[in-house]
C-alpha cells in the first residue's frame, strides 16, 4: 500500500526482473547499471559464465546459507534464471522507454528527489572489501539526494560476517539531517543476512 509515485530507482540492478515487473503493474521505475551498456547477448553470455562460480561457491560453504525461499543451490539457480529471462523480455523495450540507464554509483544521472525510492541490493555493504568506507559514504548521500527513502539489502559483507562500513554511513548521513534505521526483512539466503538499511528524511 505504500505511495510508489513519483517512482522507484534499483540502483546497480543488473539482469533482474523488479523493474519490468514494477513497469507492468504502471508503477513509474528506473533500473541503472553499467551492464546496461551491454546488448541482451552479451548480458546472457555473462550470466551463463557466472552461474557455475556462484554455484561452487555456495555449495563450498554450506553453513553459510538459508534454503526457505530458494530450496536449494538449483532452486536458488532457476529464480536468478526467471529474474534474467524476465528481465531479457522488457530490455529491448525498456531501454527504448527509458527504463534501463547506463549509470553507476558513486554518480547517478538524476535531479535532486527525482524518486520516492531508491533501492539498491547485493551491491553496496555485501562488497565491503572491494568498496571502501568512502565509496559507500558518497554512494548513499548520492541515492539519499535523488530519492525521498533509501533502502539497502543486505548489510553482510561476502564473508557473511556485518559490513564494517554500515556505522559510519549512518552517522554520517544523521549529520546530514537524515534518519535511518535496520529493519528486518522476509528474505535471506545469506545467514543472518535478513536486514536492510532504511534512510529517510528527517
Known amino acids: 500500500g505504500e505511495d510508489l509515485s513519483p517512482g522507484v ?71 536468478r534464471r526467471a529474474a534474467l529471462e524476465g528481465f531479457l523480455a522488457d530490455y529491448d523495450h525498456g531501454k527504448r522507454a527509458g527504463r534501463y540507464l ?47 527513502e533509501v533502502r539497502v539489502f543486505p548489510l553482510l559483507n561476502l564473508a557473511g560476517e556485518p559490513s564494517p562500513h554500515l556505522e559510519a554511513v549512518r552517522r554520517t548521513l544523521a549529520e546530514d539531517g537524515w534518519k535511518s534505521d535496520v529493519v528486518r526483512v522476509d528474505y535471506e539466503l545469506q545467514r543472518g543476512g535478513n536486514e536492510m538499511l532504511r534512510l529517510f528524511r528527517a
Do not use: N
Open 102 to 148: 547506463v549509470a553507476g554509483l558513486p554518480e547517478l544521472p538524476f535531479g535532486a528527489r527525482r524518486f520516492r525510492f531508491a533501492v539498491c541490493s547485493h551491491l553496496l555493504f555485501l562488497y565491503s572489501e572491494q568498496l571502501s568506507a568512502g565509496f559507500h559514504v558518497r554512494s548513499i548521500r548520492e541515492l539519499c539526494r535523488v530519492a525521498d
Open 9 to 79: 530507482l534499483d540502483c546497480g540492478a543488473g539482469p533482474a526482473s523488479f523493474v519490468a515487473e514494477l513497469a507492468a503493474e504502471g508503477v513509474p521505475a528506473v533500473a541503472c547499471d553499467p551492464i546496461y551498456a551491454y546488448a541482451e547477448e552479451d548480458i546472457r553470455t555473462r550470466f551463463d559464465a557466472t552461474c557455475a562460480s556462484i554455484l561452487a561457491q555456495v555449495r563450498a560453504t554450506p553453513d553459510r546459507w538459508v534454503w526457505g525461499y530458494h530450496r536449494d543451490p538449483d532452486g536458488l539457480l532457476r529464480h
